[in-house]
């Protein structure tokens, strides 16, 4: 195999496999490019591409319902294992591990003293727990398990909490984009005397949504626990 490549296998009725660029691919992987093609190492597809073994057409047709190698190569990406090199597990690895003590920092609290736990008390119960980050698998996927993890170490509370929010209009656009990126709207209403909401979200990223919108209307806001 190409050293500057990287194989993803695929296991069917037949294994196969494909060689690809390491940083277009794992571009292509999480959304920021889109030509699959300009992902390829080389356009073909292997039974072993080590030995340089090529699949044949009627391989191909069996397993993937094609003879067109582009499509049989999408198919392979999209399904198999993509082997990242070690620097990119790495640096995936760190990136999520990131994200994952952020998403938990703002989603839960700490019931004790009903406010979010700071983000480096999570990194080091993540670390006495012996969490492992997967780089590939998706963070959501993740969280609950970190969090069910650490929870022995740290206490932590997923409550979620409704309020309503009444803002006046003048400060009611600047707010708006705040609440839609970290609460769920579960009503809304825009009247003469200002802008209404009914809001649901976790209850230790709360307070500092109350506080952001507080500031933005220099404490003209009036919110309510429901």
Same mark, same amino acid.
């Given at each position: ?58 391989? /191909? ?13 999408? =198919?392979?990406? @999209? ?20 994200? &994952?003590?952020?998403? &938990?920092? +703002? ?12 983000? =480096? ?9 012996? !969490?492992? !980050? ?11 398990? $970190?969090? @069910?993890?650490? +929870?022995?170490? $740290? ?43 009914? /809001? ?7 307070? =500092? ?6 500031? !933005?209307?220099?404490?003209?806001? !009036?919110?309510? @626990? $429901?």
């Amino acid at each position: 195999m190409a050293d500057d490549s990287i194989k993803v296998d695929y296991r069917g009725d037949k294994d196969f496999e494909i060689l690809v660029k390491p940083d277009e691919a794992l571009e292509y992987k999480e959304g920021d490019i889109d030509n699959f093609e300009k992902i390829l190492f080389v356009r073909e597809v292997f039974t072993d591409a080590g030995a340089a073994e090529r699949a044949s057409t009627q391989q /191909l047709e069996d397993e993937f319902g094609t003879s067109n190698i582009l499509e049989a190569a999408k =198919q392979i990406f @999209d399904q198999g294992n993509l082997q990242l090199t070690a620097e990119q597990k790495n640096q995936k690895r760190e990136e999520k591990r990131k994200r &994952i003590v952020s998403m &938990i920092s +703002r989603r839960a609290m700490n019931p004790k003293t009903d406010s979010p736990h700071p983000p =480096q008390r999570i990194k080091n119960a993540m670390e006495e727990a012996g !969490v492992n !980050v997967d780089p590939m698998e998706d963070i959501e996927k993740q969280f609950e398990e $970190i969090v @069910d993890a650490i +929870r022995p170490i $740290i206490p932590i509370s997923m409550e979620e909490k409704e309020f309503a929010v009444k803002i006046p209009n003048e400060y009611a656009g600047k707010c708006y984009g705040k609440i839609k990126s970290q609460a769920n709207v579960l009503e809304e209403e825009w009247g003469d005397d200002g802008f209404l909401a009914k /809001l649901k979200m976790p209850a230790g990223a709360k307070k =500092q949504l109350e506080s952001d919108i507080q500031k !933005v209307c220099k404490g003209k806001a !009036v919110i309510k @626990d $429901i």
